[in-house]
T-cell receptor, first 112, second 111 residues
C-alpha cells in the first residue's frame, strides 16, 4: 500500500532563516505531488504541485520554492523566512490528476 | 473565479444525523471531495463525487447536484469521535490538478 512521509512534525525558526521541508511517497510511481499551507482560521491553500520529476507549478507568488529531485520526493524551501510563513504545511499525493489526494501528517511551522 | 461555501460551525448530539452543506461556483467542474480533519491533524479523505447522486460509505454519505452547484455530507449515528472539521473541495479543469478547498465546517458532537 502507499504511504506518505513528511518531516519534521514541528519546527520553530527565526525570521530570516532558511527552510527545507521534505516529503516522500512509497508504494507508487509517478505520483502527482502537492504542497499546501493551512494558516490559523483559514482554509487549505495550494502552494505548489508537480506532475513529474523537475516539473513544478506555483499557485501563489511568495518567498517559497519547491523542487522534485526524484520521482517520489518533494521538497519545500525558502531562503529567508517571513513571519507570515507560519502555518501548518501539508504534503499530499494522488495517483493521477482529478483523483483523491492523500495527505502526510503535516509540519507545524512557527516563525519567531 | 472559484468559490466554495460551507457553514462555519455545527453542533449535534451523539446518535443523531447531521447534514453538512457545501455550495460551489467553478467553471469546468471535475469532481467534489469531502475530507475530515481532527484538530491538529492532517485531513483524511472521506468521499468523492463526480456524477450526480448519492455515494454511501458506512455511516457517511455524500450527495452531489452539479446543476445546482451543491453537495452535502450526511453523517449518521453520530459518535463523539466525529467531532472534527469537514472540508469540501472541488477540482476543476480550470484549476488543473489542484483541489480548491472551502474553509471547513467545525462539527461538535456532544453526549
Amino acid at each position: 500500500s502507499q504511504t506518505i512521509h513528511q518531516w519534521p512534525a514541528t519546527l520553530v525558526q527565526p525570521v530570516g532563516s532558511p527552510l527545507s521541508l521534505e516529503c516522500t511517497v512509497e508504494g507508487t510511481s509517478n505520483p502527482n505531488l502537492y504542497w499546501y499551507r493551512q494558516a490559523a482560521g483559514r482554509g487549505l491553500q495550494l502552494l505548489f504541485y508537480s506532475v513529474g520529476i523537475g516539473q513544478i507549478s506555483s499557485e501563489v507568488p511568495q518567498n517559497l520554492s519547491a523542487s522534485r529531485p526524484q520521482d517520489r520526493q518533494f521538497i519545500l524551501s525558502s531562503k529567508k523566512l517571513l513571519l507570515s510563513d507560519s502555518g501548518f504545511y501539508l504534503c499530499a499525493w494522488s495517483p493521477a490528476p482529478g483523483q483523491p489526494q492523500h495527505f502526510g501528517d503535516g509540519t507545524r511551522l512557527s516563525i519567531l | 473565479g472559484q468559490n466554495i461555501d460551507q457553514p462555519t460551525e455545527m453542533t449535534a448530539t451523539e446518535g443523531a444525523i447531521v447534514q453538512i452543506n457545501c455550495t460551489y461556483q467553478t467553471s469546468g467542474f471535475n469532481g467534489l471531495f469531502w475530507y475530515q480533519q481532527h484538530a491538529g491533524e492532517a485531513p483524511t479523505f472521506l468521499s468523492y463525487n463526480v456524477l450526480d447522486g448519492l455515494e454511501e460509505k458506512g455511516r457517511f454519505s455524500s450527495f452531489l447536484s452539479r446543476s445546482k452547484g451543491y453537495s452535502y455530507l450526511l453523517l449518521k449515528e453520530l459518535q463523539m469521535k466525529d467531532s472534527a472539521s469537514y472540508l469540501c473541495a472541488v477540482i476543476s479543469r480550470q484549476a488543473g490538478t489542484a483541489l480548491i478547498f472551502g474553509k471547513g465546517t467545525t462539527l461538535s458532537v456532544s453526549s
